[in-house]
């Protein structure tokens, strides 16, 4: 949202709802591990490494992203 990329939110980013849910198709290493809320939605929704929440997220460069179809 800061780089105005309009990324769905249904839970305000608490991440409780998996709308932000986006893949990261370049630049996986500059994000940091999941968090504790990402990590427990991620086991139990079975995402891929690449799948990451937005609202959970804070990348120290530039990603690249594609939001799920
Ligand atoms: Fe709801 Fe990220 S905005 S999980």
């Given at each position: 949202?800061?780089?105005?990329?309009?990324?769905?939110?249904s839970c305000g980013?608490?991440?409780?709802?998996?709308?932000?849910?986006?893949?990261v198709i370049e630049?996986?290493?500059?994000?940091?591990?999941?968090?504790?809320?990402?990590?427990?939605?991620?086991?139990?929704?079975?995402?891929?490494?690449?799948?990451?929440?937005?609202?959970?997220?804070?990348?120290?460069?530039?990603?690249?992203?594609?939001?799920?179809?």
């Open positions: 949202q800061q780089n105005s990329v309009e990324i769905d939110s980013g608490m991440g409780t709802c998996g709308t932000c849910r986006v893949f630049g996986l290493n500059y994000l940091p591990q999941r968090n504790e809320i990402e990590a427990e939605m991620a086991v139990d929704r079975g995402f891929d490494v690449t799948e990451r929440l937005s609202c959970q997220s804070y990348p120290e460069r530039n990603l690249t992203i594609q939001k799920p179809k």
